[in-house]
């Protein structure tokens, strides 16, 4: 990797730290995103003391408001010459329903909106550094969303896993959606299952799911196993080529039948840039 640029939200803990201190580690300069201007400097920090030489950036943006993640592709676009890597990671599961500076659900707003909308502001950079690779880390727990057009802000009900569900569902289906619009571009984008993780993303949560978490701790696997995929996706020569595909344990297989739906992927797609303010799909050159 070294020579390569890459950047990687969600990066002050966990799997998103964990990833970031690997593609240091493989010589990548490396920007990290996070919400809170202290702690994005303390990871990069930490990394450049784990990592002698490292080159890191740091970049602080609340990825769930629209108006801060264009503001950050913005940032990006004017400190970064290339971009060889994104990986979107940043997400985390809320016990209360709660809508954000836009009037979107949040979770579904940070978690699914924040990718689509941080890879469309930048997929112009990726394609003038191609070849180049998009990884969105997703979740098994997309198996069991559902996506429910007619209340997509769960307004009848707010039920903290089912919401969190769907948002990863959202993140296969945006990634098999992009994967056909990049065809021939240079640029691949994967989706990844990172396995059950001892994160902070479901840290303070009140709920019942909060609940559980807390007590199978000791059986999770450790951030930095988690990261093992993210880091096989952005970096192995294995996948170089690949795209549109679902990963565990550095492996492809397959995602659920919902998420291999083209149908059902195109009304999310066509959804979502409504809910982004898109008069017509970036993808499509003019």
Same mark, same amino acid.
């Given at each position: 990797?070294?020579?390569?640029?890459?950047?990687?939200?969600?990066?002050?803990?966990?799997?998103?730290? #964990?990833?970031?201190?690997?593609?240091?580690?493989?010589?990548?300069?490396?920007?990290?995103?996070?919400?809170?201007?202290?702690?994005?400097?303390?990871?990069?920090?930490?990394?450049?003391?784990?990592?002698?030489?490292?080159?890191?950036?740091?970049?602080?943006?609340? &990825?769930?408001?629209?108006?801060?993640?264009?503001?950050?592709?913005?940032?990006?676009?004017?400190?970064?010459?290339?971009?060889?890597? &994104?990986?979107?990671?940043?997400?985390?599961?809320?016990?209360? $329903?709660?809508?954000?500076?836009?009037?979107?659900?949040?979770?579904?707003?940070?978690?699914?909106?924040?990718?689509?909308?941080?890879?469309?502001?930048?997929?112009?950079? &990726?394609?003038?550094?191609?070849?180049?690779?998009?990884?969105?880390?997703?979740?098994?727990?997309?198996?069991?969303?559902?996506?429910?057009?007619?209340? /997509?802000?769960?307004?009848?009900?707010?039920?903290?896993?089912?919401?969190?569900?769907?948002?990863?569902?959202?993140?296969?289906?945006?990634?098999?959606?992009?994967?056909?619009?990049?065809?021939?571009?240079?640029?691949?984008?994967?989706?990844?299952?990172?396995?059950? /993780?001892?994160?902070?993303?479901?840290?303070?949560?009140?709920?019942?799911?909060?609940?559980?978490?807390?007590?199978?701790?000791?059986?999770?696997?450790?951030?930095?196993?988690?990261?093992?995929?993210?880091?096989?996706?952005?970096?192995?020569?294995?996948? #170089?080529?690949?795209?549109?595909?679902?990963?565990? $344990?550095?492996?492809?297989?397959?995602?659920?039948?919902?998420?291999?739906?083209?149908?059902?992927?195109?009304?999310?797609?066509?959804?979502?840039?409504?809910?982004?303010?898109?008069?017509?799909?970036?993808?499509?050159?003019?």
């Amino acid at each position: 990797m070294a020579g390569k640029t890459v950047l990687v939200t969600g990066a002050t803990s966990g799997i998103g730290y #964990e990833t970031a201190l690997g593609l240091a580690g493989a010589g990548a300069c490396v920007g990290l995103v996070g919400r809170d201007g202290g702690r994005t400097e303390r990871a990069a920090s930490d990394i450049r003391a784990a990592v002698p030489g490292a080159q890191t950036e740091t970049f602080v943006a609340d &990825l769930s408001s629209q108006g801060e993640t264009r503001r950050l592709a913005s940032q990006v676009r004017e400190r970064f010459a290339r971009l060889d890597v &994104l990986v979107n990671n940043a997400g985390a599961i809320f016990d209360r $329903r709660a809508e954000t500076v836009d009037g979107i659900e949040r979770t579904w707003a940070l978690d699914h909106l924040g990718y689509v909308l941080l890879t469309l502001e930048l997929l112009d950079l &990726l394609k003038a550094s191609a070849p180049a690779r998009i990884v969105n880390v997703a979740s098994a727990a997309h198996a069991r969303g559902r996506i429910d057009f007619d209340d /997509i802000d769960c307004r009848k009900g707010y039920q903290p896993f089912a919401v969190y569900c769907r948002a990863k569902l959202g993140n296969v289906l945006f990634t098999r959606a992009l994967a056909r619009r990049l065809a021939g571009s240079g640029v691949t984008v994967n989706a990844l299952h990172p396995g059950v /993780i001892d994160s902070g993303f479901a840290r303070g949560n009140r709920s019942l799911f909060g609940l559980f978490w807390w007590l199978a701790r000791p059986l999770l696997k450790s951030p930095a196993q988690g990261a093992a995929t993210p880091l096989f996706l952005a970096t192995s020569p294995e996948v #170089e080529g690949a795209s549109g595909g679902y990963y565990s $344990r550095s492996a492809r297989i397959e995602p659920s039948a919902q998420a291999r739906d083209e149908a059902l992927q195109e009304r999310v797609w066509a959804m979502s840039l409504a809910q982004l303010g898109y008069a017509a799909d970036p993808t499509r050159s003019p």
